[in-house]
């Protein structure tokens, strides 16, 4: 889907080197900083951009250029969204629709859309007099109005409360399920896990492509366990613990008497970890696996990937897929 995809703006690269590769029916999310490039590259793999060098593809086609039949095929929600002020809610929504063809008895069909957004009660009131949330809502139903089979909605859940979240995302699912594919942006990192692979931008570079467990298994290269000793630790100590074979990463203090190890197996290393330490002249009073959250992943990730950049290191997190999961076939 997209190659070497760069987008320049005054010879600034805001995307730079990116690849991408998506299967029918895959929600993708793109996550990153403020400013990182997800919506740049939004619009790239839209084709509402031209990229600056390497190619962003569609249906097999460039995304520049396709015919109208196939635009019609996909839905896009831009961060601002395109409505009528002056008209009221059901009216933009009709507006919509008549704008891909779809036939005038489609009274049922708006009616579904605008209970999903919870605005039926609000379908005759004016857009200007909607609070922003809504207006959100109403762009939202406005894009999938056609039932296109491919759609990029950028932050389409900004604004809008946990539990209208939820229900967006159990729908997105549906779609996915039924062979949609789904390409989203989100301000909100916890999302991730609604996605099949998740992308992580930062200063317009690809640092991840892969699934969401892969995504917080590399905020530490490995699976993480904390440790609480009897006493703390010398370094000395630490130092022995590091040299087990289990442990593949740094250890960390977290309190004076809690290390946080990294290992290749939290469950293996959790059947060990009690005698090891004995070994070592250290007693544990507990020893648990710690879920590492997206916040978490994504911090670590994107600090790890600057402070590479800013040493001269080449800019990729460890742990981190070049750009796309090996054997996934390109999308269309």
């Given at each position: 889907?997209?190659c070497?995809?760069?987008?320049?703006?005054?010879g600034?690269?805001?995307?730079?080197?990116?690849?991408l590769?998506?299967?029918?029916?895959?929600?993708?999310?793109?996550?990153?900083?403020?400013?990182?490039?997800?919506?740049?590259?939004?619009?790239?793999?839209?084709?509402?951009?031209?990229?600056?060098?390497?190619?962003?593809?569609?249906?097999?086609?460039?995304?520049?250029?396709?015919?109208?039949?196939?635009?019609?095929?996909?839905?896009?929600?831009?961060?601002?969204?395109?409505?009528?002020?002056?008209?009221?809610?059901?009216?933009?929504?009709?507006?919509?629709?008549?704008?891909?063809?779809?036939?005038?008895?489609?009274?049922?069909?708006?009616?579904?859309?605008?209970?999903?957004?919870?605005?039926?009660?609000?379908?005759?009131?004016?857009?200007?007099?909607?609070?922003?949330?809504?207006?959100?809502?109403?762009?939202?139903?406005?894009?999938?109005?056609h039932?296109?089979?491919?759609?990029?909605?950028?932050?389409?859940?900004?604004?809008?409360?946990?539990?209208?979240?939820?229900?967006?995302?159990?729908?997105?699912?549906?779609?996915?399920?039924?062979?949609?594919?789904?390409?989203?942006?989100?301000q909100?990192?916890?999302?991730?896990?609604?996605?099949?692979?998740?992308?992580?931008?930062s200063?317009?570079?690809?640092?991840?492509?892969?699934?969401?467990?892969?995504?917080?298994?590399?905020?530490?290269?490995?699976?993480?366990?904390?440790?609480?000793?009897?006493?703390?630790?010398?370094?000395?100590?630490?130092?022995?613990?590091?040299?087990?074979?289990?442990?593949?990463?740094?250890?960390?203090?977290?309190?004076?008497?809690?290390?946080?190890?990294v290992?290749?197996?939290a469950?293996?290393a959790?059947?060990?970890?009690?005698?090891?330490?004995?070994?070592?002249?250290?007693?544990?009073?507990?020893?648990?696996?710690?879920?590492?959250?997206?916040?978490?992943?994504?911090?670590?990730?994107?600090?790890?990937?600057?402070?590479?950049?800013?040493?001269?290191?080449?800019?990729?997190?460890?742990?981190?897929?070049?750009?796309?999961?090996?054997?996934?076939?390109?999308?269309?």
């Amino acid at each position: 889907m997209a190659c070497d995809l760069t987008k320049e703006f005054d010879g600034r690269a805001v995307v730079r080197d990116l690849d991408l590769a998506i299967e029918d029916g895959a929600i993708v999310g793109l996550i990153g900083p403020s400013g990182c490039g997800k919506t740049t590259t939004v619009r790239l793999l839209a084709g509402l951009l031209s990229p600056s060098a390497g190619t962003a593809s569609v249906f097999g086609r460039s995304a520049t250029e396709l015919s109208g039949a196939e635009r019609a095929e996909i839905g896009y929600l831009p961060q601002t969204p395109a409505l009528f002020p002056d008209l009221s809610v059901r009216e933009n929504l009709s507006f919509h629709a008549s704008m891909y063809g779809l036939p005038l008895r489609r009274k049922r069909h708006l009616r579904r859309l605008l209970d999903w957004v919870e605005l039926t009660d609000d379908r005759r009131k004016r857009v200007r007099d909607i609070s922003g949330g809504m207006q959100r809502r109403l762009a939202l139903a406005a894009t999938l109005v056609h039932g296109p089979r491919l759609l990029f909605l950028d932050e389409p859940t900004a604004g809008i409360d946990p539990i209208l979240r939820d229900k967006f995302w159990q729908e997105f699912r549906t779609m996915s399920a039924s062979g949609r594919t789904l390409v989203i942006t989100t301000q909100y990192v916890g999302e991730a896990s609604y996605c099949d692979l998740v992308g992580l931008l930062s200063d317009g570079e690809l640092l991840m492509f892969d699934t969401p467990d892969n995504l917080r298994r590399a905020a530490f290269d490995g699976e993480v366990i904390d440790v609480t000793l009897r006493r703390p630790p010398s370094d000395t100590e630490i130092e022995r613990l590091a040299a087990l074979p289990f442990v593949i990463g740094s250890i960390e203090r977290e309190r004076h008497d809690v290390l946080r190890i990294v290992v290749s197996d939290a469950d293996a290393a959790l059947e060990l970890i009690s005698s090891a330490l004995e070994e070592v002249g250290l007693d544990v009073v507990e020893a648990a696996e710690h879920q590492v959250d997206y916040d978490e992943a994504f911090v670590r990730v994107v600090e790890r990937h600057r402070g590479a950049s800013t040493a001269g290191g080449d800019g990729v997190a460890d742990g981190a897929t070049d750009g796309a999961v090996a054997g996934r076939r390109e999308e269309r």
